[in-house]
């Protein structure tokens, strides 16, 4: 059975797009694919044990939101196990790769 866990649209400590701007869809895309991007970095075994960080649209009263989750088989234990390991350990931060990803500058 596939189970999928919510984990933000960007590392929880950084400010992220916010529903209703303008530009929202767009920035949140380019966001996500950098977060999940640092995610594969960090987090190099999750795809050999059967997790995948996909993106997933919410509807809201103010619109779609996206968010990047985690997905696995729960009938596979090593998954089922290190879904909550990765959970524990998500970035609160961009690495530097995400940052040059998304055109931050680093004063």
């Known amino acids: 059975m596939q189970?999928?866990?919510e984990i933000g649209p960007s590392p929880f400590?950084?400010?992220c797009a916010q529903v209703g701007n303008e530009n929202?869809?767009?920035?949140?895309?380019k966001e996500m694919d950098a977060?999940?991007?640092q995610l594969s970095r960090t987090f190099v075994d999750a795809e050999s044990k059967g997790i995948t960080f996909?993106?997933?649209w919410f509807n809201h009263d103010f619109g779609a939101y996206g968010e990047v989750c985690m997905y696995w088989n729960a009938n596979n234990e090593e998954a089922n196990s290190y879904v909550y390991e990765i959970e524990k350990r998500l970035p609160a931060n961009w690495d530097e790769l995400a940052?040059?990803?998304l055109g931050i500058v680093n004063d």
């Open 13 to 15: 400590e950084e400010d």
């Open 99 to 101: 940052m040059k990803e």
């Open 54 to 56: 996909k993106q997933k």
């Open 3 to 5: 189970e999928y866990i």
């Open 35 to 37: 977060y999940i991007n």
């Open 24 to 29: 929202y869809r767009k920035d949140a895309l």
